[in-house]
Antibody, heavy 116, light 107 residues
Framework: KLVESGGRVVRPGGSLRLSCVASGFIFDDYGMSWVRQAPGKGLEWVSGLNGQGGSKYYGDSVKGRFTISRDNAKNSLYLEMNSLRAEDTALYYC???????????WGKGTTVTVSS | EIVLTQSPATLSLSPGERATLSCRASQSVSSYLAWFQQIPGQPPRLLIYDASKRATGVPARFSGSGSGTDFSLTISSLEPEDFAFYYCQQRSIWPLTFGGGSKVEIK
């Protein structure tokens, strides 16, 4: 199970930190990703990292603005979001799966709205 | 970036009919392709991975095929709960990418 939190309304240029707590599996055995879905739109992979957090990748639209991290002692995944733009408005899903494994477990998502 | 193009955008069919969805990659992704189902208001669900392997608990009416750049998802006989959105996704080359999605709607 994956449970996200931290989504809220934020002004353009602002910052936000999303969190995801995992349970029911050995967290550090799996790479993890963040995937977002803008209202009425399709899925966009945002960022991912491996089980130990040493390899991190980002989508072009968030590179340099977002930072992914994890704390395996807390079974937690994070997404630090800076310089937020209106186009970052979306439902953000925490997902088990990264490069060598498919995205097979999804949280229910947390909503980020960037608006003045 | 690998672009995944899904077709058709919308497929209108009746329960019991066969549905075939297509996903075309802008360059080869070998067999590193997955299919997801999304019912509105719910998170996506993994249906198919490695192009043709069914995920745990996925009914046998769902099947995937293809390799390289051309893939398809077939639902052999549509059940009411199959009317949903479907997305393909590749994990061959960074960044990971999704197709734009196909909607299977009731005719």
């Amino acid at each position: 199970k994956l449970v996200e939190s931290g989504g809220r309304v934020v002004r353009p240029g602002g910052s936000l930190r999303l969190s995801c707590v995992a349970s029911g599996f050995i967290f550090d055995d799996y790479g993890m990703s963040w995937v977002r879905q803008a209202p009425g739109k399709g899925l966009e992979w945002v960022s991912g990292l491996n089980g130990q957090g040493g390899s991190k990748y980002y989508g072009d639209s968030v590179k340099g603005r977002f930072t992914i991290s994890r704390d395996n002692a807390k079974n937690s995944l994070y997404l630090e979001m800076n310089s937020l733009r209106a186009e970052d408005t979306a439902l953000y899903y925490c997902v088990r799966g990264f490069s060598v494994s498919y995205m097979d477990v999804w949280g229910k998502g947390t909503t980020v709205t960037v608006s003045s | 970036e690998i672009v995944l193009t899904q077709s058709p955008a919308t497929l209108s069919l009746s329960p019991g009919e066969r549905a075939t969805l297509s996903c075309r990659a802008s360059q080869s992704v070998s067999s590193y392709l997955a299919w997801f189902q999304q019912i509105p208001g719910q998170p996506p669900r993994l249906l198919i991975y490695d192009a043709s392997k069914r995920a745990t608990g996925v009914p046998a009416r769902f099947s995937g095929s293809g390799s390289g750049t051309d893939f398809s998802l077939t639902i052999s006989s549509l059940e009411p709960e199959d009317f949903a959105f479907y997305y393909c996704q590749q994990r061959s080359i960074w960044p990971l990418t999704f197709g734009g999605g196909s909607k299977v709607e009731i005719k």
